[in-house]
């Protein structure tokens, strides 16, 4: 697969658990969440490149998607990423409690999502 391909199967993935959480169904949402990690994963083993692909969620549609995607890219893009933490935080929803809680973490030094 390519990164572009890989990409797009974590972003499909991300929008797919958090339908399933909002409509309470978690056997589907972490089925969802395993395959977004695998995606991820994939990405990571390609180094900056597949961190520099996983920019490109960071102008998705959807909340949630921007988040995670944001989440991921701290360390490697620390500016842009706390940008749209800090918005998606002020949106509301599931997107805005995972936002909150990667940004405390990132504050308090205790955030650990990109090993180097």
Do not use: C, S
Not at 94 to 116: S, Y
């Amino acid at each position: 697969m390519t990164l572009e391909e890989w990409v797009a199967r974590f972003a499909q993935n991300v929008a797919a658990q958090t339908d399933a959480i909002r409509q309470g169904d978690a056997r589907t949402g972490n089925r969802h969440a395993r395959q977004y990690t695998a995606a991820l994963q994939e990405l990571r083993a390609r180094g900056d490149a597949g961190r520099e692909a996983l920019t490109m969620p960071l102008t998705h549609p959807r909340t949630d998607v921007r988040a995670m995607a944001a989440g991921f890219l701290l360390r490697y893009r620390t500016a842009e990423a706390r940008a749209v933490l800090e918005a998606a935080a002020k949106e509301g929803g599931v997107g805005a409690l995972d936002a909150i809680m990667t940004l405390r973490h990132w504050d308090n030094g205790t955030w650990a999502l990109d090993p180097e």
